[in-house]
Every structure is written in structure tokens, then in C-alpha cells.
């Protein structure tokens, strides 16, 4: 078992997944292998049924595969214990989805600390990373604004900075822009793209292959198969 090179945030090998359903067994996943390297931005696409939700699943540590390999930041995140796969998930995850998951009574600045709450952070440095990042995504003027005060890409923008706050290894971003209008989209792949600048890795699952194109790399699946792994434009080009 080779582990991976510095440079990757997520190595997986051979990854199998199969979901029992009545009489029949659903392979899910069929002896997937993907590397994604630090500072990468990747999309990964497929139609319904093709096992992206899956693979999400296993990236994010949300589920375990049946067999082979997946490493997370040098960890072995196939064999970790329940504990220690929460933990890891919490440190090395941050999560950015569709529904924003806002707590509707807390101020934007709470709802960004609360994972810092969770792994045992002082008050004083759960608020300053917490308003750090809520500059980073440009609403430092909105910091004590509840949820129902803000437009959906401001909540979303609110969700974002709660993904970077516990300074992940990895940005694990799930139909991001999918509940908002066009213009709104855009800013939000706009944050993105200046988040990737930053040196964030970036993993993006998306059915709208505008939003894909978005991305340097796009991993697209086909009935549990990578179906093909296409670098939409190189590092650094607009």
C-alpha cells in the first residue's frame, strides 16, 4: 500500500460501493481511482444514478466505501474508526451546500463559528476567525445580519465562509449555486474562483455544466465509472 505524494489532498483507489434494493444489489460505485492535488479546482458531473452523490459521500466522510482506498490530507480515511473519522471530517471538511443550512436565529458571525464551537475553540479566537472569514467573502458589513436579513447569496456567501473557518484541507462544495438566480450564481462562482486563486482545494459537484466549466478539471461519472477526466483550462488561465 504506496500512500499518496505531499501534493494530494485525495487519493482514491479502486473505491467500490454497492446498495442493496429489494432482491438486487446497486453498484453504486465500480473500481473508481481519482487523484486530486493540492490547490486543485475540480467539478464532477454525471446524470442521475451515475454514483457522483456516492462519491461525494465518501470525499465528504459522510459514508464508507465496501472496498478500496481513500486518503484525505495523508490520512487513510477507509480504515478510520466512526470517532476518528467525525473528527477527521470536522478538520479536513468543509462543506458548502445547496440549502445553506442556516441557523435562522443566529447572526451570520454565530453561524460561522459554530463548527469552531464544536471542536473547542476559545471565544475570543472562534470570533476572530469567524470575522476573518466572513471578510473573505465580502460581508464584513453583514456580520450581525440573521439569515431572513440577507439575499440568497449572501446566506450562501454566510454557508461559504462557515466551510472555511476550521481552515479545511479541502472545500466540498454540492450544487452550490443551485437555488439561486443567474446573476446571483455568478457571484458565487466568482468566489469560488477567487477562493481557488487563494490556494483552496476545491471539489465542486454539479449537474449544469456551465457551472462545471467553471472549474480547471472535470471528473465526469457513468454508471459507477469514471466515464472520462478532462482539464477544462490550465492553472492560472482566466
Not at 484525505?72 to 470517532?83: H, R, T
Not at 458565487?188 to 472549474?215: P, R
Request: aromatic share 4%; glycine share 8%.
Amino acid at each position: 500500500m504506496n500512500a499518496p505524494g505531499s501534493d494530494e489532498v485525495i487519493l482514491i483507489r479502486q473505491l467500490e460501493r454497492s446498495f442493496p434494493m429489494g432482491d438486487t444489489v446497486i453498484r453504486a460505485l465500480r473500481g473508481v481511482d481519482i487523484s486530486i492535488r493540492r490547490g486543485e479546482y475540480v467539478a464532477i458531473m454525471g446524470p442521475s444514478g451515475s454514483g457522483k452523490s456516492t462519491l461525494m459521500n465518501i470525499i465528504g466522510c459522510l459514508d464508507r466505501p465496501d472496498s478500496g482506498e481513500y486518503w484525505l490530507n495523508g490520512n487513510l480515511v477507509s480504515n478510520l474508526p466512526d470517532a476518528k473519522l467525525a473528527a477527521l471530517r470536522n478538520r479536513e471538511i468543509g462543506f458548502v451546500f445547496q440549502t445553506f443550512n442556516l441557523l435562522a436565529r443566529a447572526d451570520a458571525l454565530h453561524n460561522v463559528e459554530l463548527p469552531l464551537i464544536y471542536a473547542g475553540v476559545s471565544r475570543r479566537e472562534r470570533i476572530e476567525r469567524a470575522q476573518l472569514a466572513l471578510e473573505e467573502v465580502g460581508l464584513q458589513e453583514r456580520m450581525r445580519h440573521r439569515p431572513a436579513e440577507l439575499s440568497g447569496g449572501q446566506r450562501q456567501r454566510v454557508a461559504v465562509a462557515r466551510a472555511l473557518v476550521t481552515r479545511p484541507s479541502l472545500l466540498l462544495a454540492d450544487e452550490p449555486t443551485g437555488n439561486l438566480d443567474s446573476i446571483t450564481a455568478h457571484d458565487i462562482l466568482d468566489l469560488f474562483a477567487g477562493l481557488h486563486a487563494a490556494g483552496n482545494t476545491i471539489v465542486m459537484v454539479t449537474h449544469d455544466s456551465n457551472v462545471a466549466a467553471q472549474a480547471h478539471r472535470t471528473i465526469r461519472l457513468l454508471d459507477g465509472r469514471i466515464e472520462s477526466d478532462t482539464v477544462n483550462r490550465q492553472e492560472g488561465s482566466p
